[in-house]
């Protein structure tokens, strides 16, 4: 049901996935984010890449890259990187979407919970 209604934003997500691959392949930008990260004080994480049978790696996925986002804009313009980048009202989409998935995944573990066994 969650990813029946993520095809709705198919063209933001694969916006951000295309990021997430980017620095997945390049070490130069895998580096250049972790030094940005650095500089602004920000937690230095690995963005996480989605995995299609699993809609909550998704959830992390966008969380991760919404809590990177400013690092993520400033390393791709500095290292001037040839991808989709994301407009401010695809921005604020991820924001919503990130808040209704942890709604489901909420109710995804407390029904995975022993108390439903």
């Given at each position: 049901m969650v990813r029946d209604a993520l095809k709705v934003m198919k063209t933001t997500l694969d916006k951000v996935k295309g990021m997430v691959e980017f620095f997945h392949k390049s070490t130069r930008a895998t580096e250049k984010l972790?030094?940005?990260?650095?500089?602004?004080?920000m937690p230095e994480l690995r963005l996480k890449q989605d995995c299609a049978t699993r809609w909550n790696s998704t959830l992390y996925m966008l969380k991760q890259v919404l809590e990177s986002k400013d690092a993520i804009i400033s390393t791709l313009a500095l290292i001037n990187a040839h991808i989709d980048a994301l407009d401010q009202e695809e921005w604020e989409a991820l924001q919503k979407t990130c808040t209704v998935l942890e709604l489901f995944e909420q109710v995804t573990v407390e029904i995975s919970s022993e108390r439903y066994s």
């Open positions: 972790k030094s940005t990260q650095r500089q602004m004080d």
